[in-house]
């Protein structure tokens, strides 16, 4: 059974860093990213990397997020600097092979 597990999200102050991880079990995914969603809104993606290396970042946080993998660990990052309160929100690791497999989700609030 494929399980995402996910760590690092939390209270921040606007300005800070944070650094969300994902560990995949069992499989070496292809494609992992972070996706997140706050109450009412549709799930959105944040940033996406293959195993290839390469990356893709939603505008709202490019130069200020970076997704990195470690495929030895089976493991994503996503590093959240200068934080600001429009990215709080429940942020959710997926990964793709054939199916989409989701983490459990982690909470990042960023106050103001």
């Known amino acids: 059974q494929v399980q995402l597990a996910e760590s690092g999200g939390g209270l921040v102050q606007a300005g800070g860093s944070l650094r969300l991880s994902c560990a995949a079990s069992?499989?070496?995914?292809?494609?992992m990213g972070w996706y997140r969603q706050t109450p009412g809104k549709q799930r959105e993606m944040v940033a996406t990397?293959?195993?290839?290396?390469?990356?893709n970042y939603a505008d709202s946080v490019k130069g200020r997020f970076t997704i990195t993998r470690d495929s030895a660990k089976n493991t994503v990052y996503l590093q959240m600097n200068n934080l600001k309160p429009e990215d709080t929100a429940v942020y959710y690791c997926?990964?793709?092979?054939?199916?989409?497999?989701w983490g459990q989700g982690t909470q990042v609030t960023v106050s103001s």
């Open positions: 990397i293959r195993s290839g290396g390469s990356t």
């Open positions: 069992r499989i070496a995914f292809p494609v």
């Open positions: 997926r990964a793709d092979l054939l199916a989409t497999f």
